[in-house]
């Protein structure tokens, strides 16, 4: 496995990065308005809650990688599963990173459509993208890791437009607080743990960080740097825009910076828009990474170039002959976040009782 | 072989990142204001101020004309009569006339801006009594371009406290905000000048109900704590124990230079009860009164704090009267009296105007001016 190998592994500080900026992406578009459609203006409180339970799932999967702390989730499919149960347990994992991919770049195609290039047709936008994204990917972790880091520090450039963009608004807008109980609240968890969804990831990334020891520490503090954007954004969005209008927007993070005014530059939210396609990428490439390093760990070194080629046509090829419209997005995404939820929340549970069993009926059959 | 391929890449993206559909700028039929009267037939008269270009041109502003039913299909039969592409991502202001107001909601006329993601959120919305055809029309030779005086003209009436400031995207939150009933900024032609003549009052559904003149639009700025400081107020006083300098002058003058508000909201038997409390610092600026400022300084203060309470309790009876609540009381009546407010959240305005509003002002001032007496 050479593609998933990088000189000296990744610091925790890359680590930490990694997961934190594939968890912010398209989750931070969305999550006010999906979260004030369950959970009102308690919804802050449901990202705590959704934090926690993170957390929990994300130590977890450190757990179960560091009984083999030199593999992958791959390699692992194959010593628990067996041949032929672990070759589909990788391939079950491939489609589900291509699924999160593809989604991923959907919506970024679709958020550049309706904000900023409104007459550039989709094929011409997939094309545009899906070049670089090969290029990244195919250089490996290595510079995907870098790439991932620039991002990350370049999202702290974004974080005063966001306290510029709270001026004006009515903090009395979050009174009062439990208006309708914790009902609400508790719904509304299950739509803050899928703007967590990323730190499975870690399942492939463990393997390369350098300190294992601090893994935990790591994943942690990712979660927690994911719930203060969130936190930001979903605060931001609750008292600039009153209760009954945060439900009419369909990207409210974006419709926040129309209110932004410089006196050098207007309209802020189309630069915004631009900016975040790049945290949307980091939210999208190192699926399509972890899905490559699946397919080259189950048929050989030779086919990942290969592999990456069919891909990336198919995806351009396909731009060609199929547009999804707004609600196929829409449908997709919701797709997406209860497959989600099973691979992220419910599997690791799942695979770490079962290793913990088979482990050891091993040891007892050695002894 | 992988370095060329990579380049061959590269320059891919060069080729490809050239965007479509570009505009340029001497091409474009640059859209600044929108005027819309009401016509004939149920249909909407649109005018539009186009600034010009071209140095040989007397005029800096162009004005166009359509009929149409819709804001939307206007701008389509603007694009007939232009000379260029029309273009409405930089529209600053839109002027509505009050008899348009009065028959279509304000919220169905603006619906393609807010749902079109390339439509400025910024521009100002202004209503006016006079034909729009009068107005966009105004002979202002001697100040900046039309749509540029008219957002000059609004923003500086909103600082200086004679009017509201309403652009489209307040408009979308007093829609939505369900503890709160809109209000645009109005204008009036008055010698063929423009001048901004206070606040019209609209309707949960954008329809115009009542209008405040300038006086009370301060009143309903410092209620709403939309104020920049200072505040400058001259007052008649009436009292007996207010004595007169001569038989004609009463009044006096003050600027108020900060003031601290907090509002009380509870219920009782069913009724919303909403106790103002502001504290006042203010600044002596002009004293026509037989007081002595030094001596008689708390019957003074007492004097302004009445007559603020009965300046503010006239407006606020003004928006009872036509259940109307552009204050935004609602939304104190959400966040500390939930369960009721729930009851009443689809009809605030009726539930306002049953409501105990009391203001309580408290008055102190700060300084005298450079006069001992």
């Known amino acids: ?87 589909c347990a990788v391939l079950l994992f491939i489609l589900y990173c291509l699924f999160v991919f593809t989604i991923a770049i959907l919506v970024k195609i679709h958020i550049t459509q309706t904000w900023v290039l409104p007459q550039t047709p989709n094929f011409f936008l997939m094309l545009l993208f899906m070049i670089p994204i090969l290029m990244l990917v195919h250089f490996g972790v290595n510079i995907l890791v870098r790439y991932v880091e620039f991002v990350g520090l370049g999202t702290i450039v974004i974080i005063p437009l966001f306290f510029i963009a709270m001026k004006g608004g009515h903090l009395i807008h979050l009174l009062p607080v439990l208006k309708e109980g914790w009902l609400p609240v508790f ?40 719930m203060c954007m969130q936190m930001l954004v979903v605060i931001t969005c609750y008292i600039q825009f009153n209760p009954y209008q945060i439900l009419t927007y369909i990207w409210p993070t974006l419709d926040l910076f129309e209110t932004v005014e410089f006196p050098f530059v207007e309209r802020i939210e189309v630069i915004f828009t631009a900016f975040y396609l790049f945290l949307i990428s980091t939210s999208g490439i190192p699926y399509l990474y972890t899905a490559i390093a699946g397919i080259e760990r189950l048929f050989g070194d030779s086919i990942r170039e290969k592999a990456m080629l069919v891909l990336g046509l198919g995806y351009i090829v396909s731009a060609f002959i199929y547009n999804p419209t707004f609600y196929q997005v829409n449908q997709m995404q919701k797709w997406g976040g209860n497959i989600g939820m099973f691979v992220a929340y419910l599997f690791p549970i799942a695979f770490w009782l079962y290793a913990g069993v088979v482990d050891r009926i091993r040891r007892w059959d050695k002894t | ?78 694009d007939n009569q232009a000379n260029g592409v029309v273009e409405t991502g930089k529209v600053q202001n839109i002027l509505i006339s009050k008899r348009l107001m009065m028959r279509k909601g304000l919220f169905d006329l603006l619906d393609v801006i807010y749902r079109d993601p390339k439509s400025a959120l910024m521009t100002d919305l202004i209503v006016t009594d006079d034909p729009i055809e009068q107005v966009m029309d105004v002979d202002i030779q001697d100040k900046p371009r039309f749509p540029v005086y008219l957002r000059e003209l609004v923003r500086s009436s909103h600082i200086s406290e004679a009017s509201v400031s309403t652009n489209v995207r307040r408009a979308y939150d007093q ?29 949960k559904r954008g329809y115009y109900v009542a209008s405040l003149d300038t006086e009370e639009s301060i009143q309903l700025l410092i209620l709403q704590k939309d104020t920049h400081h200072p505040i400058f107020m001259t007052v008649q006083l009436k009292g007996k124990d207010v004595g007169k300098k001569d038989e004609e002058s009463q009044s006096i003058s003050y600027s108020i230079d900060y003031t601290h508000s907090s509002y009380k909201t509870y219920v009782e038997g069913n009724q919303f009860h909403f106790d103002l409390h502001f504290r006042y610092s203010i600044v002596l600026t002009e004293l026509l009164v037989q007081l002595h400022p030094m001596q008689d300084k708390e019957k003074l203060e007492k004097a302004i704090a009445s007559e603020m309470k009965k300046k503010m309790e006239a407006v606020i009876a003004k928006f009872q009267k036509h259940h109307l609540d552009p204050i935004g009381l ?44």
């Open chain 1, 1 to 87: 496995m050479t593609f998933n190998k990088v000189q000296g592994g990744i610091s925790l500080f890359q680590y930490v990065m990694f997961i934190s900026q594939v968890q912010i992406g398209v989750g931070m578009m969305t999550l006010p308005t999906d979260l004030a459609e369950v959970a009102g203006t308690d919804g802050w409180i449901s990202i705590l809650l959704g934090w926690i339970a993170a957390i929990v799932i994300s130590l977890v999967i450190v757990r179960i990688m560091s009984r083999q702390p030199a593999e992958t989730i791959y390699d692992l499919f194959f010593r628990y599963l067996g041949r032929g149960l672990g070759a």
């Open chain 2, 330 to 373: 609602g939304k104190y009546a959400r966040a500390y009296a939930y369960p009721q407010w729930k009851q009443v959240e689809d009809d605030w305005g009726r539930a306002f105007s049953q409501a105990k509003v009391r203001v309580i002002p408290e008055v102190r001032m700060i300084s005298i001016g450079s006069l001992r007496k």
């Open chain 1, 187 to 226: 719904q509304g968890v299950k739509t803050t743990v899928l703007s967590f969804l990323g730190f499975e990831l870690a399942f492939i990334l463990y393997p390369l960080l350098r300190q294992k020891n601090k893994a935990a520490k790591g994943i942690i503090i990712a979660n927690t740097i994911t």
């Open chain 2, 175 to 203: 829609f939505y905000e369900k503890g709160i009933t809109p209000y645009v900024t109005e204008m009036k032609l008055s010698e063929n000048k423009l001048k901004i003549s206070g606040t019209a009052l609209l309707d």
């Open chain 2, 1 to 78: 072989m992988k370095k060329s391929f990579a380049y061959a890449l590269l320059s891919l993206t060069l080729i490809t990142s050239g965007c479509l559909g570009q505009n340029r700028l001497d091409e474009l039929t640059l859209v600044l204001t929108f005027g819309v009267d009401q016509g004939k037939n149920g249909e909407m008269e649109i005018y539009t101020a186009v600034p010009v270009f071209h140095k040989e041109a007397r005029k800096k502003t162009e004005l166009l004309h359509t009929r149409a039913s819709t804001f939307r299909e206007g701008r389509d039969r603007l």
